[in-house]
């Protein structure tokens, strides 16, 4: 088990806050992050793509599924709060804000399905391929990250299953 301090090396490499390609994966994750909350049909295209490759966990493991869980447990919270709102709505005479909490719970829900779907099929490629999942959990945990050579036995390792990885 990776500790604190080596995941936020991982994450925070020496020398992080001048380099331009660490900026630009960090904004683009982050962005993901953000739209897999607040709109995830916009992301219902990776939803088919993921789906049609349910059978390679090579393809599978380059979405970010911690984003899409992330989007269903905010958006479920937000149905629970948008029918709380809808149920405790005090009598008034303009009520047309009611037609704007509704479409916004219909977005929550149409957001809590296709967050949903994308982590059965990450869980289901997770529980039937065991083995491929591993050999893609060691290389992550244990590959040289970004242009520098290997260094450690375990490097060499995971660059080793690399390479069988994609050739098979």
């Given at each position: 088990m990776m500790g604190l301090r080596s995941r936020i090396?991982?994450?925070?490499?020496?020398?992080?806050?001048?380099?331009?390609?660490?900026?630009?994966?960090?904004?683009?994750?982050l962005g993901l992050w953000l739209a897999a909350m607040v709109v995830t049909v916009i992301l219902l295209p990776r939803v088919v793509i993921a789906l049609r490759c349910r059978r390679?966990?090579?393809a599978l493991a380059k979405i970010n599924g911690e984003a899409f869980v992330a989007a269903g447990v905010a958006n479920s919270i937000l149905v629970v709060f948008t029918v709380i709102a809808l149920a405790a709505a005090p009598p008034a005479r303009d009520?047309?804000?009611?037609?704007?909490?509704?479409?916004?719970?219909?977005?929550?829900?149409?957001?809590?399905?296709?967050?949903?779907v994308m982590v059965a099929v990450l869980v289901a490629s997770r529980l039937?391929?065991?083995?491929?999942?591993?050999?893609?959990d060691y290389i992550d945990r244990y590959?040289?990250?970004?242009?520098?050579?290997?260094?450690?036995?375990?490097?060499?390792?995971?660059?080793?299953?690399?390479?069988?990885?994609?050739?098979?």
């Open positions: 090396r991982d994450d925070f490499p020496a020398g992080w806050w001048h380099c331009r390609q660490w900026w630009a994966i960090s904004s683009r994750e390679r966990p090579a009520r047309s804000w009611l037609f704007g909490l509704a479409a916004l719970m219909m977005l929550c829900v149409l957001n809590l399905l296709v967050a949903s039937t391929n065991k083995f491929e999942w591993s050999v893609i590959g040289a990250r970004g242009s520098k050579p290997p260094q450690t036995c375990r490097e060499y390792e995971a660059e080793r299953m690399r390479g069988f990885l994609a050739d098979g």
